[in-house]
């Protein structure tokens, strides 16, 4: 089956402990992203990436960094969360850059 | 840079009755792709209908179709026969016709509720 994943599916942390949440498409994509959802204010792109080693800041990319090692993963980082970083973040991939979007499940990240 | 408005933060429809969820862009670009996702309870993303900015026809998905203005910059989407299933949270989205970024820019939501 055609699917994103997201790892975890809920995380409760502190402020500063680094975390990282997993993104992975099977679908051979070479376009993926991440975004996050805050209510009121729709979903915005943090960061993309157009191919493996291949990757630049969306719209709100501070206090967060990714890696594109492999084709099919495409990790987000937080470093030293901050609780202004709680929030709702999906993953996307798509084939080509002007293909359908097919999202991830979501993670739901609360930052103390 | 692209900016996506929905001014309908809620809605609610009953069952079996038609509405029409409003979305409006602005965009110097002519060409262009515009979409709408559904967002259920269950909080994932799902397509519901696309539009190429370079097509006149106006795009439809069984129960629900687009009103697509190009010169208005108005894209709005109408849903009939509705039911449940249809209650969840409704997002346009716009992106460049170059795929630049993959990124899609969206509207802050619209939530809609079906009753019985």
């Known amino acids: 089956e055609a699917q994103v994943t997201q790892n975890p599916r809920y995380l409760i942390t502190v402020t500063g402990k680094k975390l990282t949440v997993t993104c992975s498409q099977n679908?051979?994509?070479?376009?993926m992203s991440w975004y996050r959802q805050d209510p009121g204010l729709g979903l915005r792109q943090i960061y993309y990436?157009?191919?493996?080693?291949?990757?630049d800041k969306g719209d709100v990319p501070e206090g967060y960094k990714v890696s594109r090692k492999e084709k099919r993963n495409f990790p987000l980082i937080l470093e030293s969360p901050s609780p202004n970083q709680t929030s709702l973040y999906f993953c996307a991939s798509t084939y080509g850059g002007q293909d359908t979007q097919y999202f991830g499940p979501g993670t739901r990240l609360t930052v103390l | 840079a692209q900016t996506v408005t929905q001014s309908q933060p809620e809605m609610s429809v009953q069952e079996a009755e038609t509405v029409t969820l409003s979305c409006t862009y602005d965009?110097?670009?002519?060409?262009?792709?515009l979409f709408w996702y559904k967002q259920p309870p269950s909080r994932q993303m799902i397509l519901v209908i696309r539009?190429?900015?370079?097509?006149?026809q106006n795009a439809t998905e069984n129960r629900f179709s687009v009103n697509f203005q190009k010169a208005a910059k108005s894209f709005s989407l109408k849903i009939s026969d509705s039911q449940l299933g249809d209650t969840a949270m409704y997002f346009c989205a716009f992106m460049n016709h170059d795929g630049t970024a993959s990124k899609l820019t969206f509207g802050t939501g619209t939530r809609l509720q079906v009753t019985l």
């Open positions: 679908m051979n994509h070479e376009y």
């Open positions: 539009q190429e900015a370079y097509k006149q």
């Open positions: 965009t110097s670009e002519n060409n262009y792709y």
């Open positions: 990436s157009m191919n493996v080693e291949v990757t």
